[in-house]
């Protein structure tokens, strides 16, 4: 299972077109964008709390980390201001993390990372700002979080992945291709919803000569393919290996008949192998994510 998840995860980059490099996706960072503006990454801090941790040095809180090009690689620090500013002075406390694949980013991939604080911290007027950059690499973003001991008292939230049987009803028009056939996706995904963003995504991006230099009807084709084989993907097979919707063959035909040379090594087509799962390309991680926010942003 641990397999299948992180080839999901590979596999969920070839939608998430982003500018920049490397950046924190949650807490919900000032910009979403990945910036090496120190010391936050650019954006404008917020004014409200994203998200609420757990003060308490026993207990660990999740936070996620994206890779988006290979320059964007290093380990993670994370760093808290308590009185809420955004300098340099501010950031007083580092906080312990750790990776849950058990090392540090280094590859193009979505990272789960626990971060504890010690326990006893406070924040000046409620509000914390959480830094978390690369030194390695220089990529920065911040956070507004709150602290409050009764979110150690919660149960920590994990994105699980689970199996849907689609099912006409289900309403997957886009991607009609899996209607009667299980698919692994995030607990709670509404599968009609899901299906009508990843046709939107489709929509932008064809439009969109950074992402598709040639649009045609036969480039159309493909691309449906491919991001519907990475929106949906299939539950495993018996022996446990993923299975595919595509071949490497339709993968390749697709950067080549869209003429598509921006972020073109954001698409391993290698993954696919045979077709069966064979010659796959592993990214350390856990949990998806990502596959849930297919945004393209230039």
């Not at 003060?55 to 996620?64: G, H, Q, V």
């Not at 760093?79 to 312990?96: I, R, S, V, Y």
Request: proline share 4%; aromatic share 8%; net charge negative.
């Amino acid at each position: 299972m641990r397999l299948l998840i992180s080839c999901i995860l590979i596999l969920s980059i070839l939608v998430n077109f982003i500018s920049g490099h490397a950046v924190l996706v949650s807490p919900t960072p000032f910009s979403t964008n990945p910036s090496k503006t120190r010391q936050c990454g650019g954006g404008s801090k917020q004014t409200v709390a994203q998200i609420t941790w757990c003060p308490n040095s026993s207990k660990t809180n999740r936070a996620t980390w994206k890779i988006v090009v290979g320059d964007g690689a290093g380990a993670v620090t994370f760093k808290l201001a308590t009185n809420g500013g955004t300098t340099e002075a501010d950031f007083t406390t580092t906080l312990t993390s750790k990776v849950l694949s058990g090392s540090d980013p280094k590859e193009v991939g979505t990272y789960y990372m626990d971060v504890t604080v010690p326990t006893g911290t406070t924040c000046t007027n409620d509000i914390c700002t959480l830094q978390a950059y690369t030194e390695s690499s220089g990529w920065y973003s911040c956070s507004s979080i709150k602290l409050d001991s009764a979110a150690c008292d919660k149960a920590q939230e994990e994105t699980a992945l689970v199996e849907y049987s689609v099912k006409v009803s289900d309403k997957v028009k886009f991607c009609d291709q899996v209607t009667n056939k299980v698919v692994l996706l995030p607990a709670g995904t509404n599968l009609g919803e899901y299906d009508q963003e990843t046709q939107g995504v489709f929509k932008n991006n064809m439009l969109n000569p950074l992402v598709i230099g040639q649009n045609s009807s036969q480039c159309g084709n493909l691309y449906e393919k491919v991001l519907c084989d990475v929106s949906f993907p299939l539950a495993p097979g018996s022996d446990g290996k993923p299975v595919y919707q595509v071949t490497q063959k339709q993968c390749e035909d697709f950067i080549d008949i869209c003429n598509v040379v921006s972020h073109v090594d954001l698409y391993p087509c290698s993954i696919y192998g045979d077709g069966n799962g064979s010659n796959l390309i592993i990214i350390p991680t856990l949990l998806i994510i990502s596959i849930l926010s297919l945004i393209l942003v230039f």
